[in-house]
């Protein structure tokens, strides 16, 4: 999708029609000129007619016929008959001329010769018969013509060049109302849900936007309010359960002491069980631009790993499934992060790959130290018959399960992976194992200690 600018949309839109209006001033302005030019040429052709045809050639006034001819370029021939009385010294009048327009008596012609273009005017007296033939080439009718045209067309390139700054100065400052409320937009967060303000200057054509806007933020602040409501519910309703089991598992480990093991490994995964809903509602209500807020602690990933393994073990067990585990023996220090969060993520991510693994199949989990990034490396592993390029681009996605898979599951898992990992500023990728299944790589960048 190409993306426009409209603060340079406005200022070329304006400049195109200031350069339209502009040239069609100028094409008016030439056709004005050109029609004048003619005619106050055609009138001075028409003088030094009447002059040729009246005066005395012998006194002043053929000095200043000789004048005006040589002022304007203008060429004349008077005769009497086929007797030629008296002509300009450059007059030139080619045998082979060929008339466009031809010049009556007392009437303007065109006439071509020579490889260029000629007004010609014919006139006669009535009484002594005399003829008059002036020529005059439209080169020299339009030469200053031209110098004037192009004069008025630099001053009008000037203008434009000069309106274009304007134009970008002063759009760029009317814009700057829409910048200023694009900062109050981004600045907006889950704590901050007011309505914008317009500030000093209101725009009419934001108005209605910016309503809306407000109307939005209104709607989403109401959604965020009962979305706590409801976590702060569904945690008090959930925990009271958890609560009451391990209320109950403690009486049942003093009424029968000879299987405490067994009670005290219960007790510790409703703890856990009541641990992880805490931090589940948290991550709901955790925004990754906020994850300074999430509690952390140093602790062992070592350690966490082999607590997912032993938790998990039997589940493995059960589908005849062997875990290969491979902790990396340069292993340096404890990572700083939210153990109950980590420890879900693994659990989920190891979960997956033993549930989308046939019976006797293999899973491979392995930690690893990256020295030059200073981070920890996470890989889970499992056997399978492959995905297709579009499953893996899509996990990750809420409620999300590929195609054809009859294991049972609610498509939360991986996405409650991604976010636990976003959350840590890590980073998550999903791609084809080596081993047929699924890769899920966990990179926790910047937390050894």
């Known amino acids: 999708m190409k993306v426009l600018s409209l603060q340079s949309k406005l200022v070329k839109t304006s400049l195109i029609s200031s350069i339209v209006a502009g040239c069609v001033a100028l094409l008016l302005f030439a056709v004005i000129s050109v029609y004048q030019t003619m005619q106050v040429q055609d009138e001075i052709m028409d ?47 080619d045998q082979q001329y060929y008339s466009l327009i031809d010049a009556a008596h007392g009437d303007y012609g065109l006439i071509w010769q020579k490889g260029q273009l000629w007004r010609s005017y014919a006139g006669e007296d009535e009484n002594s018969h005399m ?46 109302v829409i910048h200023q409320l694009s900062k109050q937009i981004s600045a907006k967060n889950v704590d901050d849900l007011t309505p914008v303000q317009a500030g000093e200057v209101e ?36 925990r009271s359960p958890l609560s009451a089991i391990q209320m109950r598992l403690q009486l049942l480990q003093r009424k029968y002491p000879e299987r405490a093991a067994d009670f005290t490994q219960m007790q510790q995964d409703v703890s856990r069980g009541i641990q992880i809903l805490e931090n589940l509602l948290l991550l709901a209500r955790l925004d990754p631009e906020h994850a300074e807020n999430l509690p952390k602690t140093y602790f062992s990933m070592q350690e966490s790993v082999e607590e997912v393994i032993q938790a998990l073990h039997l589940f493995a067990k059960e589908k005849h499934i062997q875990l290969h585990w491979q902790a990396a023996a340069d292993l340096q220090g404890q990572i700083l992060a939210n153990q109950q969060l980590i420890f879900t ?105």
Request: with cysteine.
């Open 47 to 93: 003088e030094i007619s009447d002059m040729l045809l009246i005066a005395d050639l012998t006194t002043s006034s053929g000095q200043q016929i000789d004048e005006l001819s040589d002022q304007f370029d203008i060429q004349y021939r008077l005769s009497n008959q086929q007797q030629v009385l008296t002509q300009s010294k450059d007059f030139q009048l």
């Open 131 to 176: 003829q008059v033939l002036i020529l005059q080439p439209l080169e020299e009718r339009f030469q200053d013509l031209l110098h004037s045209f192009m004069g008025y067309a630099l001053v009008l390139i000037l203008v434009w060049l000069m309106q274009w700054i304007m134009l970008h100065f002063l759009i760029k400052r009317q814009f700057s």
């Open 203 to 238: 725009l009419k054509e934001l108005q209605p936007m910016l309503g809306q806007l407000n109307r939005l933020l209104q709607r989403l602040d109401q959604s965020l309010q009962a979305e706590q409501r409801f976590t702060a519910d569904a945690s008090h309703e959930l």
């Open 345 to 449: 993520c693994v659990r989920n991510l190891v979960d997956n790959a033993i549930r989308y693994t046939s019976e006797h199949g293999q899973v491979y989990i392995t930690l690893q130290q990256q020295q030059q990034q200073q981070c920890l490396a996470l890989i889970v592993e499992n056997e399978g018959q492959g995905m297709d390029t579009e499953s893996l681009a899509r996990l990750g996605e809420r409620f999300y399960r590929a195609l054809g898979s009859k294991t049972q599951g609610s498509g939360l898992g991986l996405s409650i992976c991604s976010k636990i990992i976003e959350l840590h500023q890590g980073k998550i990728q999903f791609e084809q194992s080596q081993y047929g299944g699924l890769k899920v790589s966990i990179l926790l960048r910047s937390l050894v200690a």
